[in-house]
């Protein structure tokens, strides 16, 4: 078999376009919701659920109750004695955290895979986990719904991965060998456009699908414009937790979107205090 090849610039063109065609037809592979994470996911909407029906739901995984199990007693939740059994983890965490990590622990296992690309991916899944519990303590400073802000800034870059095996399936196609800052160009481009399908896909919430959409655009936004807001501070903290180098505090702090979230300075410096909480789950989640 042919060798990779360093491409010409018309070739990466051609190959961009390629690419861009796909994403518009929606002739892109896009990955299936979990079947666990879409139960949990009802059930948590379900004002008449209870932790006997999630924790009969988790059971019906073995992979995923190991998983709901081990992260329940990671240093992130700190138990006071070893969660035994999921109807333990229920008491000692509550229903709606509990439905928070079963989501997150199926959801990686079933949406986030790109063969010959895991440490990529690995990257685009600690952000999203870095971004998902920033996104909840941004909430709670705004005292709004901290569970709805969870999902935007989980799911915010889900189309990352897409793009990511989209571009380098086309490429591999057409043994052009692509440079790392070029794929991640076209994944920062394109991934808010395959997201939105994503979260058709998936039937997501319409404020996360919006988020989604318009984290990085927010002006743009004709509606839920504060789940925008919020999903790009989460995104921008994230960046700085993991990749301080692209992303230092002075350029985070002097960020206009902090302003208009009405988030002022000790608000920042309250926020800059949680980072080694939030790198506990990350870890604890990074299955």
């Not at 961009?16 to 666990?36: C, M, N, S």
């Not at 329940?72 to 709606?96: C, D, E, F, K, W």
């Not at 380098?168 to 196609?173: F, P």
Request: with cysteine; net charge negative.
């Amino acid at each position: 078999m042919p060798s990779e090849t360093q491409p010409a610039a018309s070739q990466l063109d051609q190959l961009e376009q390629a690419l861009v065609q796909k994403i518009k037809a929606g002739d892109v592979e896009l990955p299936l919701l979990p079947q666990a994470a879409s139960k949990v996911m009802a059930l948590a909407s379900d004002p008449s659920a209870d932790a006997a029906k999630l924790s009969a739901l988790i059971h019906q995984d073995q992979a995923l109750a190991a998983h709901v199990l081990r992260i329940a007693n990671s240093p992130a939740y700190m138990p006071r004695s070893p969660v035994v059994s999921l109807q333990h983890a229920v008491a000692m965490l509550g229903i709606t955290l509990l439905s928070e990590i079963a989501f997150t622990a199926s959801l990686k296992s079933g949406a986030f895979k790109v063969p010959g690309y895991e440490e990529d991916v690995k990257r685009l899944w600690r952000h999203s986990l870095a971004s998902g519990a920033f996104a909840k303590e941004v909430a709670r400073m705004r005292r709004v719904n901290v569970e709805s802000a969870y999902l935007c800034g989980l799911l915010h870059a889900i189309g990352k991965p897409v793009v990511l095996r989209t571009a380098t399936t086309l490429a591999s196609q057409q043994r052009i060998a692509l440079e790392k800052p070029l794929l991640s160009g076209w994944i920062a481009g394109y991934h808010t456009e395959v997201g939105a399908l994503i979260a058709d896909k998936w039937g997501l919430p319409k404020q996360v699908a919006v988020a989604i959409q318009y984290y990085g655009d927010y002006d743009h936004a004709t509606e839920f414009r504060q789940e925008c807001l919020l999903t790009c501070v989460a995104d921008l903290l994230a960046s700085h937790l993991l990749t301080p180098d692209e992303m230092p505090e002075d350029t985070l702090r002097e960020h206009s979107v902090f302003a208009e979230l009405n988030l002022y300075p000790k608000d920042i410096d309250q926020l800059m205090t949680m980072k080694d909480r939030v790198l506990t789950v990350v870890n604890a989640m990074n299955l």
